[in-house]
DNA sequence: CCAAACTCCTACTATACTGATAGGTAATGA
DNA sequence: TCATTACCTATCAGTATAGTAGGAGTTTGG
């Protein structure tokens, strides 16, 4: 049951950009140094975020990423999936294609259902803007992100 | 964020016992028969289940497994934590021996204390009974467990 | 009493996933 | 033009997953 460093750092990576949100595009440098994750990992990391359409890119030199919309619109559900794919608790959860043969009858299945019903309520019902909102209100000057 | 086999395969068995939960031993070529997971794998599952005091065994001729509680007293979690040693959605939170040194300033750690609020509050909420009573509104006879 | 029916224990294995690292190409701005 | 940046593909060690396999010890029904 754990998110992998991919959905940790995604998730890490977005709420950078939401706090540095001035317009300006910022590197995979500037993001590696605050947050202490590699250049080439961020790579891997922000390719899958760009593709989802999360983010706008700029090439070349003083280029780097920043956000395709404001910080409130993103729900961190939609970043975790992008980068882990799925957040169901078991594959039965995903498609019509996983679902087992043995799902009629399934006497496990309400249970899990409701389980992926509390996770996905809970990251689908908060935005990035949300972990924006509760650094601020920790004091800013606390934080080095 | 995906639970094992062995989780899931572990709810199942003690829903088993639950439903069949007649003082008598049940031996696993029952639970694998009706089940549809193999002897040799239900071994396995069962031996974390013994060691976590779920379950109490007979051994030669006859012999099998019952629970040692009432279905009512054990949570879904317990048995999951059981198998799958933590529930948690990161490593930082199972202990202080993983609290990662940013965990102080890292702004992504409430979100993620919540989310395992969630996890923790359902799967410690739903109890072995509340699976067989699902089971039971929905009408035995359309289940072959 | 003994053989069948069980639990119990340890080892093994194939496959996939995780968490990276590495090297090179293409675009951009000062 | 050249430093800086995004972009692309490949590789790799380590770990976890989902089992399979073979046997040893225990109990009881016939």
Known sequence: MRISTKGRYA????????IHNTGEYISLKDISARQGITVKYLEQIVTGLTRAGFLRSQRGNSGGYRLSRKPEDYTVGEILR???G???PIACLDDEVNLCPRSSECLTLPFWKG???VIRKYVDGTTLQDLVDTSEEAG???YSI
Chains 1, 2 share one sequence.
Do not use: K, V, Y
Not at 11 to 18: G, H, K, Q, T
């Open 11 to 18: 998730l890490r990576l977005m709420l950078d950009l939401a």
């Open 82 to 84: 992008a980068m882990e």
């Open 86 to 88: 799925s957040l169901e």
């Open 115 to 117: 389980l992926s019903d």
């Open 140 to 142: 800013a000057d606390s």
